[in-house]
Structure formats: C-alpha cells, structure tokens
T-cell receptor, first 112, second 110 residues
C-alpha cells in the first residue's frame, strides 16, 4: 500500500539553528501539506502546496518557514531559525484532490 | 466559535459498549468530512469518510447532518483496540485545507 514517508523520525536541534524536515508524498498525489501538533494539542495546518507553489498558509507559517519540492518526489519544510516553541510533531500529508489525506508517521522536532 | 468542535472526553467505556461522538463545524461551506483515528504520538489515520447519506464500515457508522452542521461517529461492540483519539476533519469548498477538531479521547476498559 502506498504511503507517505518522513525523515528523520526525531530531530533535536539547538535554538536558532536551521532544520529541514523531509517528506516523500504518495507518488500520484497532487496536493501536499505540512501540519504540526504540539504535545497534547490539536493538529494545526501550516501550509498546502499544489502545482509547485504554496496554495494556502496559516498564520503560524511566517517568514521563518519555507517549503520546497526540489524534485519530483521530495517535499521539504525548512525552519530557518528555530525557537523553543517550534518543538512539536510535524506531519506531512498528501492527497489526490478533495478526498482523504494520507499522513506520514511524523517528525518529532525538539528545540533545546 | 471554533471551526471544528469536539468534546475532548475522555470517554471511558466497558468492552462491548456502544459509544457515540459528535462534532460540529461552523462553516456552512464545508465540503468534505472525515473521521480519523490517532494513537498516542502517532500520525492521524483515516477511519472513514462521511457522506451525506451516512455510511457504515463494520462496527463504525458515520452520519452527516448538513442542516445542523454536525457529524457523528458511532462505534458498536467496542474493543480494547478502539482506545484512541478520534479526530473530526472538515474541508471547505474552494480550498484543500483539512481542518481538525481537537479530538475525542476514547478509552475502552476490560
């Protein structure tokens, strides 16, 4: 069964450092997403990506965040200068269209 | 008002019980509706899509009431393995953003 894969599963970084979270969406999907979930809180939308550009982003997705699809398979989330409050689980998701979204297993980011 | 609202629970039920969760959404332009299941520190996994006519998958039944803007999930004959957080997810017409509720925690007790 096709799945969304994310790497790394856990990343520890120092405050102020840049991190790149990687995702390989399901191959024939068209829409790609990043979500985050702070421990004990709800899953929050960060950004959606379609046709090689951002289609929508939330207030959380400020200038410190960027996304890229550098080739036909990878989809990355970069946080330029991490803050303590960026510590969360980050989920990548993909979908064909307005159907169910499939989520990767997540990257747990810990900023120290 | 929150976009998608759920009772956080927890709902503690004995094995074999029937349990129902409700979810309300604020935007009448909401288009697609889903129930996801999330185990502790894991990714959300699709449980079922919710259709206007209602749908059933084994022990799980989902209903949509567009007039009242709520979605329900019924679990019959609860199993220990049903213990998880159940997430109500909605998309809006004209956008492909999936909006999550806070989730309802279910604990099935032996």
């Amino acid at each position: 069964e096709p799945e969304v894969t994310q790497t790394p599963s856990h990343q520890v970084t120092q405050m102020g450092q840049e991190v790149i979270l990687r995702c390989v969406p399901i191959s024939n999907h068209l829409y790609f997403y990043w979500y985050r979930q702070i421990l004990g809180q709800k899953v929050e939308f960060l950004v959606s990506f379609y046709n090689n550009e951002i289609s929508e982003k939330s207030e959380i997705f400020d200038d410190q965040f960027s996304v890229e699809r550098p080739d036909g398979s990878n989809f990355t989330l970069k946080i330029r200068s991490t803050k303590l409050e960026d510590s969360a689980m980050y989920f990548c998701a993909s979908t064909w269209g307005n159907t169910e979204a499939f989520f990767g297993q997540g990257t747990r980011l810990t900023v120290v | 008002r929150k976009e998608v609202e759920q009772d956080p629970g927890p709902f503690n039920v004995p094995e074999g019980a029937t349990v129902a969760f409700n979810c309300t959404y604020s935007n009448s332009a909401s288009q697609s509706f889903f129930w996801y299941r999330q185990d502790c520190r894991k990714e959300p996994k699709l449980l079922m899509s919710v259709y206007s006519s209602g749908n059933e998958d084994g022990r799980f039944t989902a209903q949509l009431n567009r007039a009242s803007q709520y979605i329900s999930l019924l679990i019959r004959d609860s199993k220990l393995s049903d213990s998880a957080t159940y997430l109500c997810v909605v998309t809006l017409s004209g956008t492909y953003k999936y909006i999550f509720g806070t989730g309802t925690r279910l604990k099935v007790l032996a």
